[in-house]
């Protein structure tokens, strides 16, 4: 398993549209300031957990 602890720092926290890479995050209410882990577990798991930190960063929404 892969995971990266990461830190939101868009002012509404993680919503909607950068969490359109991610299923069922948009109800986890997550907000500004939180540490959060992301966790990745397959075949891929490699790949999939560097393009979900990679987008998050993108939209500013990770630190």
């Not at 299923?23 to 959060?36: A, D, R, Y």
């Amino acid at each position: 398993m892969k995971q990266i602890s990461v830190l939101v720092i868009d002012p509404v926290g993680l919503h909607a549209r950068p969490a359109t890479v991610a299923v069922n995050v948009m109800s986890l209410g997550i907000p500004t300031q939180s540490e959060v882990v992301v966790s990745c577990e397959g075949e891929d798991e490699e790949i999939a957990i560097k393009t979900i930190e990679e987008v998050l960063r993108a939209q500013k929404v990770i630190a």
